[in-house]
């Protein structure tokens, strides 16, 4: 099973993009599974951006970019989106997307990571 992510770029402050996180090679469904979006800037650790849960539209995220960010899923497509509006330079990061089937449990699958660097 693998998290494809793509999506990421370089773009302007105030910019936006939409980051794709597919899954493939098996049965994970991202419709049936606790799905995440983290970051990790050089020199940080992996923090949390937002979360979709499971079977469900309910929706989580960091401080930091709420009401800019915004997680969805799209079931026929097995695939969950990060639409990230008025970015910030401070957003630049790796993203990475993540997969759980169980809410306490740690993220079980994980994406290789997509570059988004916001210049100012």
């Known amino acids: 099973v693998q998290l494809q992510a793509s999506g990421g770029g370089l773009v302007q402050a105030g910019g936006s993009l939409r980051l794709s996180c597919t899954a493939s090679g098996g049965t994970l469904s991202t419709y049936r599974n606790h799905m995440a979006w983290f970051r990790q800037a050089p020199g940080k650790e992996r923090e949390f951006v937002a979360r979709?849960?499971?079977?469900?539209?309910?929706?989580f995220y960091a401080d930091s970019v709420k009401g800019r960010f915004t997680i969805s899923r799209n079931i026929a497509k097995n695939t969950v989106y990060l639409q990230m509006d008025t970015l910030k330079p401070e957003d630049t990061a790796v993203y990475f997307c993540a997969a759980r089937s169980i809410m306490t449990a740690p993220w079980d699958y994980w994406g290789q990571g997509t570059q988004v660097t916001v210049s100012s």
């Open positions: 979709i849960q499971k079977t469900s539209s309910t929706t």
